[in-house]
């Protein structure tokens, strides 16, 4: 395999002395196995050990090295760098805050991860000596696909919605609070319908989609919130025809 | 001291930077067009209830080369507007499935714009019917 190299061209932000962000130029000795990921490393280990960005896995399931490739949202481990001739340029992921270089502030997620209650509340709480909670092919099949999701935020830098106004939930919770919902085993979607029909929940999305096209797990955020905006509709109006709580 | 400074970057002119924006953005704003379409219908409903002359100024005023004109760009916006639209529908609607498999997003916009394809040329077959 011959060596070829590729000009990476990185962002670069260090606050206590840049005033914005800035793109340094790298040449990177590259060959055709080499992810956008590696192509970093190589600049760390060999070039300029202060450049910052995140990851772990290398295997596109620890969601850490999230990032824009030539403006694209991309996993950086799952994004080749054979597939950039010449140049690529790497930022760090839109629409978050940059702490330094490549990473970026996220606070703003973790604190809405939070407000979901992104674990199962059972419907009916069972005792240990009664066994598992069951449940058929079916019912799983029904929040499958929402459960693959990494928590990497490329649907939140791919979402000019959640750029425009951070305060709106985003396509990532929404998506996995439908997986919650979704499943059988949990009770308490009446509990997260608040978030979802509140100013700041599904109807912030004007349905752009790229969100999904973005997805490296295919989890389709977009579906899930579209999904819950006829939900929260559907609520509204039902609010109207079937009270809650007994008659006094 | 906090050393913490953390950059927030400007949103400014977002959707021209990437080319799947630019297309929603040509999406949305041919909605304006399906709204100026159907201002064009109202008026002619408006002109037929103020009786057989001004019905028949409407009709004649459409035929003028201006407004063929603005009907073709009218046509190709629409055109566009429910081709996008169709698209992205996969994205809205709840999971479908046929036979127990999960029905593809590609089929389902496919469907979609088969059935436009049909409505139009129905409604084209219907209009001739009665102009002839
Ligand atoms: S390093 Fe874990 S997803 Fe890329």
Redesign the interface.
């Known amino acids: 395999m011959t060596e070829q190299i590729i000009r990476m061209e990185v962002m670069r ?1 260090r ?2 002395q840049d005033e ?2 800035w793109l340094q130029s790298f040449d990177v000795p590259y060959s055709d196995d080499m992810s956008v990921l590696q192509g970093l490393n190589y600049i760390k280990d060999e070039l300029d050990e202060s450049l910052s960005f995140r990851w772990s896995c290398r295997m596109a399931i620890c969601g850490s090295c999230g990032m824009m490739v030539d ?2 949202p991309k996993l950086a481990c799952k994004t080749f760098l054979r597939d950039y001739p010449g140049t690529v340029r790497v930022e760090a992921l ?1 629409h978050f ?3 330094r270089d490549l990473v970026v ?1 996220l606070d703003d997620f973790m604190e809405k991860l939070e407000r979901i209650q992104p674990y199962i509340i059972p419907r009916q709480e069972q005792a240990l000596s009664e066994g598992e909670y069951l449940q058929t092919p079916t019912q799983l099949e ?1 929040y499958a696909q929402f459960s693959s999701c990494i928590n990497c935020l490329l649907c939140y830098a791919a979402c ?1 919605q959640y ?2 106004d951070s305060s709106f939930l985003g396509p990532g919770a929404i998506a996995l609070l439908h997986r919650y919902n979704m499943d059988s085993r949990d009770g308490a979607s009446e509990q997260r319908m608040e978030l979802v029909a509140a100013e700041e929940g599904v109807f912030h999305c ?5 969100c ?2 973005v997805c490296p797990k295919h989890v ?1 955020p ?2 899930a919130v ?2 819950n905006k ?1 939900r929260a509709a559907g609520d509204y109006f039902l609010r109207f025809a079937k009270p809650k709580g007994r008659c006094q | 001291m906090n ?7 400007p ?1 400014e002119g ?2 021209r ?2 080319p ?2 630019i297309e ?1 953005m040509v999406h ?1 704003g041919t909605a304006l067009f399906v709204a100026a379409y159907a201002l064009v219908l109202l008026i002619g409903v408006v002109r037929l209830a103020q009786g057989e002359a001004a019905w028949k100024a409407w009709l004649t005023a459409l035929q003028s080369p201006l407004s063929v004109f603005a009907h073709l760009i009218l046509l190709l916006a629409i055109g566009y507007h429910s081709y996008t639209w169709f698209k ?1 529908m ?6 479908l499935s046929l036979g127990g498999k999960r029905v593809p997003g590609g089929a389902i916009t496919a469907t979609g714009l088969i059935a436009v394809a049909l409505a139009s040329l129905a409604l084209l077959a219907l209009a001739w019917r009665i102009s002839t």
């Open positions: 932000y606050p206590e914005a962000p403006g694209v839109h805050p940059i702490e502030v029904r000019p750029g425009l004007t349905a752009v989609g790229y999904s096209e389709d977009a579906n579209n999904l006829t | 050393k913490r400074r953390p950059y927030v970057r949103m977002w959707w930077k990437n799947y924006f929603y949305e992205i996969p994205r809205t609607l709840p999971p």
